[in-house]
């Protein structure tokens, strides 16, 4: 089975100031990772995902995150945060075979100060 | 083009009751989950289908949850008896094709159970 830990519920963070958001996983077999982004009174959203390649993978908005095998991390980094960045952010992962279900963290919410 | 849609958006019922939530998957999609998010929680896993069966329902907690896709399109995720502890958001999501690991969410059905 999987697991997903995401260790920050809250984090605030002035605006234009840089943000990590951090995850981290087991499981027993290779996974794909994902963050997903969930804006108040919305649907969740992808922002980037992890399959193979670059360790280090862009997505929308200008938010980035880097696999990290030997620490089985998948850090979500974002230079310079903006008020529309505030939301809930979500780590999860899928076993790299299978249907795709996915294993969500418990989320970490993003507060921009002005 | 149309999202992922459910309804109803809000559903308040009494403790025993059966209770219908609907979801209307992008057009085309013949991936469909079912996740449910409780207050301050991820998103978990119930159902899974790939066309019209369910391919792994291995998240449904009890035999009161079933869920239905007769005809590879619209799924219908069913409640018999429901309880206090039922009461959640519960999310579909649909995905284009196997190996798109790619899922769109919808906005959600916020089930209260009085």
């Known amino acids: 089975a999987q697991s997903v830990t995401q260790l920050d519920s809250q984090v605030p963070v002035f605006e234009e100031a840089p943000v990590e958001l951090r995850c981290n996983y087991s499981?027993?077999?290779?996974?794909?990772l994902f963050w997903y982004v969930q804006y108040p009174n919305q649907g969740l959203q992808l922002l980037l995902k992890?399959?193979?390649?670059?360790?280090l993978v862009k997505g929308i908005n200008g938010f980035e995150a880097e696999f990290n095998k030997s620490q089985t991390s998948f850090h979500l980094r974002k230079p310079s945060v903006h008020i529309s960045d505030t939301a809930e952010y979500f780590c999860?992962?899928?076993?790299?075979?299978?249907?795709?279900?996915?294993?969500f963290g418990t989320g970490t919410r993003l507060t921009i100060i002005p | 083009g149309a999202g992922v849609s459910q309804t109803p958006s809000n559903k308040v019922t009494e403790k025993g009751k059966y209770v219908e939530l609907r979801c209307d998957p992008i057009?085309?999609?013949?991936?469909l989950y079912w996740y449910r998010q409780s207050l301050g929680q991820g998103p978990e896993f119930l159902i899974y289908?790939?066309?019209?069966?369910?391919?792994?329902d291995s998240g449904l907690p009890n035999d009161r949850f079933f869920a239905v896709r007769p005809e590879g399109s619209v799924s219908t995720l069913k409640i018999q008896r429901t309880e206090r502890g039922d009461s959640a958001v519960y999310l579909c999501?649909?995905?284009?094709?196997?190996?798109?690991?790619?899922?769109?969410f919808g906005p959600g059905t916020r089930l209260t159970v009085t």
């Open positions: 999501a649909s995905s284009p094709s196997w190996g798109s690991y790619e899922q769109y």
């Open positions: 499981s027993s077999v290779s996974v794909y």
């Open positions: 992890y399959l193979s390649g670059s360790t």
């Open positions: 999860a992962v899928t076993k790299n075979f299978g249907n795709e279900k996915l294993t």
């Open positions: 057009s085309g999609h013949t991936a």
């Open positions: 289908f790939q066309g019209t069966g369910a391919a792994d």
